[in-house]
C-alpha cells in the first residue's frame, strides 16, 4: 500500500477566515437531493463539477458509533481511460475549510496547472460543512453569531486589551468546551485529524484507486502527514499541532513585518505610501500609529492579517497605514474588514440555525483542533505565562498563544487516536514539500522538519512573503507541482523559486520579475492560473 504526493505547508492558525467561509459554493446546489451511499454516484452540480456523499464508519474501530456522509465534489478529467492518472484530493487548511467550495472556488485552474488527466477532487472533512454531522453546538444564529469575535479581531479578546485578557479567554475557553461538549452529542470525539485520514483512504478506495494524490494547503499539510504516516510505515516527529503549542509558529512573523518595512523603503514614495526615508523611521512612525491606536486593536491584527498574503496587500497596507496616519481610518477599514454585520433573522422564535446549516468553520476549526491535540489542563497562570513566552518569540505572539488558551477548556478526547509523533521511514512515493521563506505563520523551519520525516522527500523553498505559496503565485512552483504530479519528478534539493510579483510593483508598470521564472510551457499560463488561486484561496480563508 499507500502514499504519494504533494504537501504544501505546515500548520494553518489564524480565525481570520470565520466570516466569509463558505460563501462561495453553497447557493448553488443542493445536498439533501443526494443519497449518502458506499459508491460514489455522481451527479452533476455547481458548474462542469459532479458531486456524491460517501457513506464513511465514525469509529473506524466499532460500527455501532454510526455513520458519516463525506461530501465529495470532482472537476472531472478529460483524458481516455489510458492516459486517465486518477484522483487528487485537496485540503485547504483551516482546519474546517471546506474542500467543496476550495475545489468550486479553483478546481478549474488546479486542472490547468496539472493538465487533464487528474480528478481534481474537493470533499468536505467529517464535521465541515456538507459533510455530516456537522459539527454545531449553538442554538441560534444569532447566538452563534453574538459568540463568535468580530472579524477584525483574530484573538479575543486581546491580550493587550488588559491584564484581565487571558482569564477572559480562558472562561471563553471553559464556556465552549461545556457547549460543545453537551451540545455536540456523541459524535464530537470522531471528528479528528486521525479519522479524516482514514476517510481520505476509503474515497481513494471509492475510486478504484490505491494510493493517495494529494494537495494540501496549511493545516492540510498536517493531514497529509498525519496519512503517510499511519499508512505506511513508522516513525519519527512533529509536536507543535498534537501538543496545542504554537509558539514556534511565529518564528518568522517578525521578519515578515520587517520585509513590509525594508520593501516600502526600497519602493521609495511612488509605490509605497507608508514610505519614509529609512527603515528605521518607518518602523518608528509604525509603532508611534499602534501606540496611538492601542485601544483599539485593528491596526494590529491587520497587520498580521496582511502578512498572509503580502503580495496582494502590502501596498494596500501601506496607503491605509499612511491614511490612518493623517486621522483617515476608511482606507484600512475598506480594504481589510468586510464582513457585513450582523442582522436577526425576520423569525424570532427559531431555536435551532437554519436547515441546511454549513458554514460551520468556526465550530470545525476547534473541533477538529482541540481534538486532536493533548488535554490541555494549564491554569490561569500558566496560560498566562505561556503567552508571555509566546510574546518573546514573536511580537504577533498572542495570535499562536490563543491556541492552548482556547483548547484549554476542551473536554473531548478520543481514547486512542493519533497524536503523532509524524514521519515515516519509507513513503511509496517521496512527498514534495513546499516551504516559504518568510512564512507569517507556518515558518519554512516547519517545512524542513517534516520533508526530514519522510526521507525521500524534497523541500523547495520559495523565496516570498506570506502564508503558503498559494499567497505568492509563482510559475516556478507550479511548474514543479506539474511535472510532480504527472511525471512523479522531484526538484532538485536545495531548489528555490521566486514568486511572479514583487512585492510593492512599480506604477511604471514592470510588475513581474523574471528570475527563478520555469513555465515548462508557456501557452499554460501558469501564472495567471496562479494569481486565480491565489486570489479564490484570499475569498474562502480570508488569508
Ligand atoms: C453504516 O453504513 C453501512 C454501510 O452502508 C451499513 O451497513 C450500516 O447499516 C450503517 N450503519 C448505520 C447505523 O446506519
Ligand atoms: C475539460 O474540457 C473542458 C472543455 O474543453 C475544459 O473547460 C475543462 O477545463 C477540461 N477539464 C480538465 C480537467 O482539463
Ligand atoms: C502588548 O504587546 C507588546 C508587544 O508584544 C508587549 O510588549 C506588551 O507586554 C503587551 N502588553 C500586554 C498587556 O500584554
Ligand atoms: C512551547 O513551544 C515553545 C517553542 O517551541 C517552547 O519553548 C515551550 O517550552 C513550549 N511550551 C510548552 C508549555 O510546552
Ligand atoms: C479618507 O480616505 C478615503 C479613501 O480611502 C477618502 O475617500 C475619504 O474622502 C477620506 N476622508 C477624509 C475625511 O479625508
Ligand atoms: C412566533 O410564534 C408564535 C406562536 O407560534 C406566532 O404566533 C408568531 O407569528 C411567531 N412569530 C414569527 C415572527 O414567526
Ligand atoms: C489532563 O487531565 C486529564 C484528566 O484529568 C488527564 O487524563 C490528562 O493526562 C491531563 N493532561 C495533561 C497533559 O496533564
Ligand atoms: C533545512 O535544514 C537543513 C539541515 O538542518 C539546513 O541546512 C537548511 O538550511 C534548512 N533549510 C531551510 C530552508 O530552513
Ligand atoms: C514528463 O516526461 C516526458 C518524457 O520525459 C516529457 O516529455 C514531459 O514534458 C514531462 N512532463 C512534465 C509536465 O514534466
Ligand atoms: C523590467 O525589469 C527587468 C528586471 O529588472 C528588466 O530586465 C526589464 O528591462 C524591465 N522592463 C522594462 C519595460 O522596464
Ligand atoms: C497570461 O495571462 C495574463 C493575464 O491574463 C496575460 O496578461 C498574459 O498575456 C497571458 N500570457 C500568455 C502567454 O497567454
Redesign the pocket.
Known amino acids: 500500500m499507500v502514499f504519494s504526493k504533494q504537501y504544501t505547508k505546515f500548520l494553518a492558525l489564524g480565525a481570520v477566515w470565520i466570516s466569509t467561509m463558505g460563501v462561495l459554493a453553497d447557493s448553488d446546489f443542493n445536498w439533501d437531493t443526494l443519497l449518502p451511499s458506499t459508491k460514489l454516484n455522481w451527479k452533476p452540480c455547481y458548474s462542469g463539477f459532479e458531486c456524491t456523499r460517501l457513506i464513511v464508519p465514525l469509529d473506524y474501530g466499532s460500527a455501532a458509533a454510526g455513520n458519516a456522509s463525506i461530501a465529495i465534489t470532482r472537476y472531472p478529467s478529460n483524458s481516455s481511460k489510458s492516459d486517465y492518472l486518477g484522483p487528487v484530493l485537496l485540503n485547504p487548511g483551516g482546519p474546517g475549510g471546506s474542500g467543496i467550495d476550495y475545489a468550486v472556488a479553483f478546481g478549474a485552474e488546479i486542472a490547468t496547472i496539472l493538465g487533464d488527466g487528474f480528478d481534481i477532487v474537493g470533499f468536505d472533512p467529517r464535521g465541515v460543512s456538507y459533510s455530516t454531522p456537522t459539527v454545531s453546538w449553538f442554538k441560534s444564529d444569532a447566538e452563534r453569531a453574538l459568540w463568535i469575535p468580530p472579524t477584525q479581531d483574530i484573538v479575543y479578546p486581546s491580550v493587550n486589551e488588559s491584564v484581565y485578557a487571558v482569564a477572559r479567554q480562558w472562561a471563553r475557553a471553559q464556556v465552549q468546551g461545556l457547549f460543545a461538549e453537551e451540545r455536540a452529542g456523541g459524535y464530537l470525539q470522531y471528528i479528528t485529524t486521525d479519522n479524516t485520514a482514514r476517510d481520505m483512504l476509503r474515497i481513494t478506495e471509492a475510486f478504484g484507486q490505491e494510493k493517495l494524490q494529494y494537495w494540501g494547503i496549511s493545516y492540510g499539510s498536517v493531514l497529509g502527514s498525519t496519512f503517510a504516516t499511519i499508512f505506511p510505515v513508522s516513525v519519527l516527529d512533529m509536536e507543535a499541532w498534537y501538543s496545542a503549542n504554537l509558539t514556534a509558529q511565529g518564528l518568522d512573523t517578525d521578519k515578515g513585518l520587517q520585509m513590509f518595512v525594508d520593501g516600502c523603503f526600497a519602493a521609495g514614495l511612488d509605490d509605497c505610501a507608508f514610505y519614509a526615508p529609512s527603515s528605521a523611521q518607518i518602523t518608528a512612525n509604525l509603532q508611534t500609529l499602534l501606540d496611538s491606536t492601542k485601544t483599539n486593536p485593528v491596526p494590529v491584527n491587520t497587520l498580521f492579517d496582511s502578512l498572509y498574503s503580502a503580495s496582494s496587500f502590502f501596498q494596500v497596507l501601506a496607503e491605509g497605514l499612511a491614511d490612518l496616519a493623517k486621522g483617515n481610518a476608511s482606507t484600512i477599514y475598506t480594504a481589510f474588514i468586510e464582513a457585513p454585520p450582523f442582522e436577526c433573522a425576520a423569525d424570532s422564535n427559531s431555536t435551532s440555525p437554519p436547515i441546511p446549516f454549513h458554514e460551520n468553520a468556526f465550530e470545525a476549526y476547534f473541533s477538529i483542533g482541540c481534538n486532536d491535540a493533548v488535554a490541555v489542563n494549564d491554569t490561569v497562570q500558566e496560560l498566562q505565562k505561556f503567552y508571555f513566552e509566546a510574546q518573546k518569540v514573536s511580537n504577533f505572539g498572542e495570535f499562536f498563544a490563543y491556541w492552548r488558551v482556547m483548547c484549554s477548556g476542551w473536554k473531548v478526547h478520543r481514547e486512542g487516536r493519533f497524536t503523532g509523533p509524524v514521519g515515516a521511514a519509507k513513503t511509496s512515493f517521496p512527498l514534495l514539500v513546499i516551504g516559504n521563506t518568510v512564512d507569517p505563520v507556518t515558518p519554512i523551519a516547519g517545512a524542513n522538519k517534516t520533508a526530514k520525516a519522510f526521507p525521500g522527500s524534497v523541500l523547495l523553498a520559495l523565496d516570498a512573503v506570506g502564508h503558503t505559496s498559494v499567497n505568492a503565485p509563482s510559475a516556478c512552483v507550479h511548474g514543479y507541482l ?2 510532480y504530479f ?2 512523479g ?1 522531484l526538484p532538485e534539493a536545495g531548489t528555490v523559486c521566486t514568486p511572479d510579483s514583487p512585492l510593492f510593483p512599480s506604477s511604471t508598470g514592470n510588475s513581474t520579475t523574471t528570475s527563478g521564472r520555469r513555465d ?1 510551457d508557456p501557452r499554460l499560463n501558469l501564472s495567471k492560473a496562479g494569481r486565480a488561486i491565489g486570489a479564490a484561496q484570499r475569498r474562502i480563508t480570508r488569508n
Open positions: 506539474r511535472q504527472v511525471n519528478t515548462l
